[in-house]
């Protein structure tokens, strides 16, 4: 694709996918979409930008790939064990106060988070009234999350996590090894709900008590940050929590006045309506 | 050349210590920002701009998210994410994969910065023994900014600024000695 012109498709793509498609990407940071979309063009081996837009236009499934590879998907579980560790030892045990615990983790990716989250309220007891609404833009990463089986070379490092983060259990026990994979417990995922959900265009689908929502806040540029905080504070009951990731705040937003960071992690709680 | 808006240093193993040399020399009125990504190992700890902080009058920041840039000032790229730079000017974070085993990775922002600033751009590549950055100069140069290296010799590890120096134009090579007065005079285009 021609470099001086690169800005110009991208945009023309965006409308495209749009138009199309009904996805709506107009709200994300575009160095970092830019960087996604040139990268796959690269990688389909792609000898004109016009061709590339054909197929983008004319193939439904091409377009699920073109989804699934310009959204970033990297994740690991108890990614940034000190965040992990405040939810054991601060959030949920406040949480396990209340007769029902609902959790909404978006833009889960492929799960590991939902996960994460899972296994410390089973350590906790409160598993079994937990509910975790795991959600993301990418049906194909959902699928991935639901089958709920990594790569086991993953798993060294998922363990100095959990330890880190405060597990205390023997972190081998929530899987069992099937050759290169490694299968979660199916009791993790016994009370996780996995469904897509676009947070640049769909409304609230419920009322949680803890909101997580990490590192992808960072792909969207500040007015769809607005509007995400905002979906956000409708979707959470007062007292509730939201946790973002480590380089992300809610302080510019105009839901903050509402807000008070609680941790010396990136978790705020509502205070008032 | 036109008038420098970023100065952005890549750095790898052996590459701090050129910074604790150079940063104390830089005077604290420079027309352009001061942008520097370096390979470290991940971790929440932020010490890096406070150990850089002790060594210059600039601001240091470590970068948050849709931070406007703006001269005169030191910024950090974060560890474990990559840094962007927004046409307008502002930086993005990125947890994209790792780029030649590196997160942030050096020709990630280099090449972001390249598009954003064209002419306006300088890049310095620092000791390392990793590719990263290479690719990244390509682009620089590609889009009418400046590149500068690392002498390799002065080089804690001169592999990375010696491979800059086979594969790519470079319009100068300092030794570290070299570095701060050669930087200062960025503000005079």
Redesign the interface.
Known sequence: MD?EKS?EHIETLLGDALELYGYDFTGY????LK??ILRLYVLDRFVSFAEFRYRIRTDAIYFKRFIEQIT?N?TEMFR???FYKALRTEILPMLGTYPFIRIWVAGCSTGEEAYSVAIILKELNLLKKSLIYATDINSRVLEKASQAMFPIAYMKQYSENYIAAGGIENFSDYYSANYSLAKLNDELKSKTIFSTHNLASENSFNEFQLILCR?V???F??DL?LKVFELFDDSLENLGYIGL?????LEFSTISRKYKKVSSTKIWRKISE | MKQCDALIIGGSAGSLDVLFQVLPFIKSDIAFAIIIVLHRKAG?DSILPGLLNFKTKLQVRE????EKILAATIYIA?SD??L????DHTF??????KVNYSRPSID?TF??AA??YKDHLVCLLLSGSNIDGIEGLKRVK??GGKVIIQNPESAAMPYMPAQAELNVDVDKILPINEMADYINALSQF
């Open positions: 470099s800005s940071s575009r160095a970092s960087r996604r970033i990297v940034d064990p000190e590192n806040n960072i792909y540029d500040r940050q990731g480590s380089k992300e705040t | 929440n970068v948050e998210e849709k974060p994410y990559h962007l730079i927004e046409n993005s974070l990125d947890r994209s994969e990630v090449q972001s598009e954003v590609y889009f």
